[in-house]
Each structure stands twice: as structure tokens, then as C-alpha cells.
């Protein structure tokens, strides 16, 4: 079956612009997870979906950050009044979380986001 | 705050080399470590989850333990080829916590023909 898609792949945006990235997670899966890998900063958690709600937002780095889940299937990650700083690699993750301690997280390609 | 070390950061090694990379963790309560590949400009391909009960899990040529009382992991890869460069990332999920992984800075692995 499919795995985890992202798009746009690629997105450039001007300083204070809004952007929003789209993830599918693979079909079934209930848990989502959103990650942002910078240059020099690794890769870090930026939100945990659990069906359609957010137990855990305590990765967002902002309040112009914000995502939303509908249908337990398809998220959206909003970046508003973008900074230079939001550049980065945003990564998307699915998991079945059928088996609490066993699930692995199946991750999407990315969306590269240049913010000038 | 749990904090995950890899070393080293990058390593080249010759076509048909075992190999060890390391990563470390800062507090031992965690459900699972696993072991990613990236490869440049691509998403990560989880390799092997290891169980905080387990000490070790196998998948062909790769091999990856856990200490967790002392905080760490290894993985082998025994007869290195050159398709095996990639980034290889360790990342735990916290005990009772969420299900959020914090991930190792990488070691980046270049395999030479």
C-alpha cells in the first residue's frame, strides 16, 4: 500500500507569508506526528495526533504555529507570518498504534520550506 | 529533558567493513529506541525497534543492541557496501509519555567502493 505523502515537496515563501504543509498518513493509521529537521538543529517533535485530536502540542515553537487533523486521516501544519527561522525540512510520521509499544513510526519525504 | 547523542557525526569507511555507531541517552525511562536511515533529500526508513525490554534485535546484516541502564545503543553493520550510505539516526520514545520520539543529531556514513 501507499506510504506516508507530504506535500507540497518543495515550498519557497516570502518573509511573513503564511504557508500550510499537507500530510497523508497511510491508510488506517491513527497516530500522526509532525517533526521539523533544521540545519544544525536536528530533528525535533513539533506535534502528536491521536485521531483528529492533539494531546501533545508541546513541540510547536510558536503560537503561529498550528495543526489540525479531520477525519483521523489527512493533517494540515500552518505556519504563520513565516520567519527565515522556520526554514526547514517538515517531516511527517504515521502509526498504527496497535500495539502500544510495539508501533513504529513510518515517516513521509518531507516538504522543504525556504522562507526568504 | 531527555538528550540523545551519536557518535561520531561521520564516518568513511572502506567497501566491506564492520562498522559501529553509537548513540547515547540521558534518561534510562524509555519504551523503545529505534534506529532510522535517511538518505539526502528523502524521508527515514525506520531499520530496527528495540523494546526497553529487549537487549538486541537483528535484521540482515544490521545488528542493534540496548543497554538502557547505562543509556545506550549500538548498531553493527557487518560487510558494509556502498548502497549502506546514508544518515543513521537512534531515537527514543519516552516511558509513559506521549508517543513523541527525540532523536540523535545523526552519524552520517559514507561507504567507499
Known amino acids: 500500500g501507499a506510504g506516508v505523502s507530504q506535500s507540497p515537496s518543495n515550498k519557497v515563501t516570502e518573509k511573513g507569508k503564511d504557508v500550510e504543509l499537507r500530510c497523508d498518513p497511510i491508510s488506517g493509521h491513527t497516530a500522526l506526528y509532525w517533526y521539523r529537521q533544521s540545519l544544525g538543529q536536528g530533528l525535533e517533535f513539533l506535534i502528536y495526533f491521536q485521531g483528529n485530536s492533539a494531546p501533545d502540542k508541546s513541540g510547536l515553537p510558536s503560537d503561529r504555529f498550528s495543526a489540525e487533523r479531520t477525519g483521523g486521516s489527512v493533517s494540515t501544519l500552518t505556519i504563520q507570518r513565516t520567519q527565515q527561522e522556520d526554514s526547514a525540512v517538515y517531516l511527517c510520521a504515521s502509526s498504527s498504534q496497535r500495539a502500544y509499544r510495539t508501533d513504529t513510526q513510518y515517516f513521509g519525504p518531507g516538504t522543504r520550506l525556504t522562507v526568504l | 529533558k531527555q538528550e540523545v547523542t551519536q557518535i561520531p557525526a561521520a564516518l568513511s569507511v572502506p567497501e566491506g567493513e564492520n562498522l559501529v555507531l553509537n548513540c547515547s541517552f540521558t534518561d534510562s525511562a524509555i519504551y523503545n529506541l529505534q534506529w532510522f536511515r535517511q538518505d539526502p533529500g528523502k524521508g527515514l526508513t525506520s531499520l530496527l525497534l528495540i523494546q526497553s525490554s529487549q537487549r538486541e534485535q537483528t535484521s540482515g546484516r544490521l545488528n542493534a543492541s540496548l543497554d538502557k541502564s547505562s543509556g545506550r545503543s549500538t548498531l553493527y553493520i557487518a560487510a558494509s557496501q556502498p548502497g549502506d550510505s546514508a544518515t543513521y539516526l537512534c531515537?527514543?520514545?519516552?516511558?509513559?509519555?506521549?508517543?513523541?520520539?527525540?532523536f540523535g543529531g545523526g552519524t552520517r556514513l559514507m561507504v567507499k567502493p
Open positions: 531515537a527514543v520514545r519516552r516511558d509513559n509519555a506521549g508517543n513523541m520520539l527525540t
